[in-house]
């Protein structure tokens, strides 16, 4: 089964580029979403098919795809972007697969 | 505004059934554009797809949960239900739903803790 690789954590300060990533097996060929969920709340989607940003999203929140590695990029980040984020794909059949998720830390 | 809300049972028996249900409102579930997912998470953990479902009824599984979950459509009540049986400890989670525009999941419930114990 198609497997996503994230790091478990991240620190950045507050105003930095925070970059995370998540790697799986030509993952290019796959569309990319990302999920920011902050303690006691339900994810909340920030990026879809790899790098566009639903409504009501803060621009500071990107996303890129290419080779086996994708990346959500926080520019400007702030406080309140603490939280936890995961990748996810769909792969065939159709199936949904989620990294095993980045814990971001603002200090 | 699309909204999800799961209901059911905050806590279940070891061997016994688990029975969510979720109630869709601000839109049809009967739309030929989304899935229905089920997704948990356990205490402290990361997020575990469990399946998708079609108004149709058509329903996809995570293959390690495949053998005891059901899922199933009511379109007069703009509701989908998921069954899991035999559940163990481990299945002790919060349950969310989600609507899934098949690559990603844009509106979630806000989750139901189900704990298994005897």
């Known amino acids: 089964s198609y497997e996503l690789t994230q790091p478990p954590s991240v620190s950045v300060s507050p105003g930095q580029t925070a970059s995370i990533t998540c790697s799986g097996d030509?993952?290019?060929?796959?569309?990319v979403s990302w999920y920011q969920q902050k303690p006691g709340q339900s994810p909340v989607v920030v990026i879809y098919?790899?790098?566009k940003r639903p409504s009501g999203i803060p621009e500071r929140f990107s996303g890129s795809n290419s080779g086996n590695t994708a990346t959500l990029t926080i520019s400007g980040t702030q406080a309140m972007d603490e939280a936890d984020y995961y990748c996810?794909?769909?792969?065939?059949?159709?199936?949904?697969?989620f990294g095993g998720g980045t814990k971001l830390t603002v200090l | 505004q699309v909204q999800l809300q799961e209901s059911g049972p905050g806590l279940v028996k070891p061997s016994e059934t688990l029975s969510l249900t979720c109630t869709v409102s601000?839109?049809?579930?009967?739309?030929?554009?989304?899935?229905w997912a089920w997704i948990r998470q356990p205490p402290g953990e990361g997020l575990e797809w469990i399946g998708s479902?079609?108004?149709?009824?058509?329903?996809y599984y995570k293959p390690s949960l495949k053998s005891r979950a059901t899922m199933s459509v009511d379109t007069s009540k703009n509701q989908f239900s998921l069954n899991l049986r035999s559940v163990t400890a481990a299945d002790t989670a919060v349950y969310y739903c989600?609507?899934?525009?098949?690559?990603?999941?844009?509106?979630w419930g806000q989750g139901a803790l189900v704990t298994v114990s005897s």
């Open positions: 030509k993952l290019e060929d796959k569309y």
């Open positions: 479902i079609y108004y149709t009824g058509s329903s």
């Open positions: 098919h790899d790098n």
């Open positions: 601000g839109g049809s579930i009967t739309s030929s554009t989304y899935y």
């Open positions: 996810q794909v769909w792969d065939t059949s159709p199936l949904v697969v």
């Open positions: 989600a609507r899934q525009p098949l690559e990603w999941l844009d509106y």
